[in-house]
């Protein structure tokens, strides 16, 4: 049976932080469950050959809901879909946005896997990036999930903010070893266009390029001193905890998305649901034809690129024999030298089996990347 992976956006957030640029924004839910519920019910004919593997709540704040609304969209989940029996459902949620009712009530709806925004340890470094909360109330958060019993939790963290400095970055990284989490997701800040932290830039000080480096390298080697293993740019995990949902995006597995702006690939088939409120409830009503979102059908040059600049992303790399099985070709015969020149730059590595970035070629996956693009 075919698997799918179900991604679930919740789009509120009680304030919005100050970097984000994600589709968030902090508003009244209103009736947003209930479409989201006719949403994932309706769509559930399309999918009656799959079997469900992974279930993804993110956001936005998920855990704004209230327990009864999580517990809602489940049931839907499961009364319309087939369901793997190790399926990892993982929750996204923000510290002090929880108590432990709310925590045991998700477990009984079926949440296996939480991920914790913390993004520092430094209170100074949490309100200059607009976060709702410091880091005691994280830590009650995160002791709060585990007394409950959540054996299975990520924590993100964030370098390049503004004000930090490695040693700043250092303290956060050991306060949040010293959890034990079974996941780890580090990732630099990117200043976006049009959020109020790019406009007021010039406000703050930001590491430099050089300390930039060094906390890169600092999340490399320290976490693997913890026993972290990085498997893809930029996450980590004890032995067994990869999430699974995430290597379904970066192994071009089928996924769909409900709720506002979710996006989905089936059988090479993308397609984002629309973004305004209006416009999504004409969609699940399919009130409108203008309102269903486009459906663009990826051509094999397409497939191809997405396969290598995704698989790359991961640390061990693209399977050759798994893109002969897709393409019906090596990649060589798709990309001609393009490989063994990455090799000789010392960009690319590979062995039998697979073709992996090498640690040059992490530091500018954009350039291998896009050496895998057709015109
Ligand atoms: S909690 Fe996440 S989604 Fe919400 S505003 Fe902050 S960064 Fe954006």
Redesign the pocket.
């Known amino acids: 049976m075919k698997e799918l992976s179900i991604y679930i956006h919740i789009p509120f957030?009680i304030?919005?932080?100050l970097?984000?640029d994600?589709l968030?924004f902090p508003a009244e839910i209103g009736n947003y469950v209930n479409l989201l519920c006719r949403e994932i019910s309706s769509s559930a004919p399309e999918y009656q050959q799959y079997q469900v593997v992974s279930v993804f709540l993110g956001?936005?704040?998920p855990s704004v809901l209230p327990a009864m609304d999580i517990s809602l969209i489940m049931e839907t989940i499961r009364d319309n879909y087939r369901i793997s029996q190790d399926i990892e459902v993982t929750m996204e949620m923000?510290p002090g946005t929880v108590d432990e009712d709310k925590l045991r009530q998700y477990i009984t709806a079926g949440m296996n896997r939480i991920s914790i925004?913390l993004q520092s340890a430094d209170d100074e470094e949490l309100l200059r990036i607009g976060?709702i909360h410091d880091y005691q109330t994280f830590l009650r958060t995160y002791e709060l999930a585990r007394r409950v019993g959540f054996h299975n939790i990520n924590i993100d963290i964030m370098s390049a903010l503004p004000g930090q400095s490695v040693v700043s970055y250092e303290r956060t990284l050991r306060a949040v070893t010293s959890l034990e989490p079974e996941h780890i997701s580090a990732y630099s800040l990117i200043l976006e266009e049009g959020t109020p932290l790019y406009e007021r830039q010039y406000e703050y000080s930001f590491p430099t390029e050089e300390e930039d480096r060094e906390m890169y390298s600092l999340t490399k080697d320290f976490l693997s001193s913890c026993g972290y293993h990085r498997y893809e740019i930029s996450n980590y995990a004890r032995e067994g905890y990869e999430c699974c949902h995430n290597k379904v995006y970066w192994q071009r597995g089928d996924y769909v998305g409900f709720g506002l702006g979710a996006s989905s690939m089936v059988r090479n088939v993308r397609w984002k649901n629309p973004e305004d409120l209006t416009l999504y409830e004409a969609y699940v009503y399919r009130q409108e034809d203008m309102c269903v979102p486009d459906r663009q059908i990826l051509t094999e040059k397409e497939q191809m690129e997405e396969y290598m600049f995704l698989g790359l992303r991961m640390m061990c790399g693209v399977n050759r024999q798994g893109f002969a099985r897709t393409f019906g070709r090596q990649i060589e015969e798709a990309y001609g030298e393009i490989p063994d020149r990455l090799c000789r730059q010392g960009l690319l590595a590979q062995d039998k089996n697979n073709m992996m970035l090498t640690e040059l070629g992490i530091d500018v996956s954009n350039y291998v990347f896009a050496q895998f693009l057709f015109d």
């Open positions: 957030c304030r919005k932080c970097y984000c994600f968030s956001g936005g704040t923000n925004g976060r």
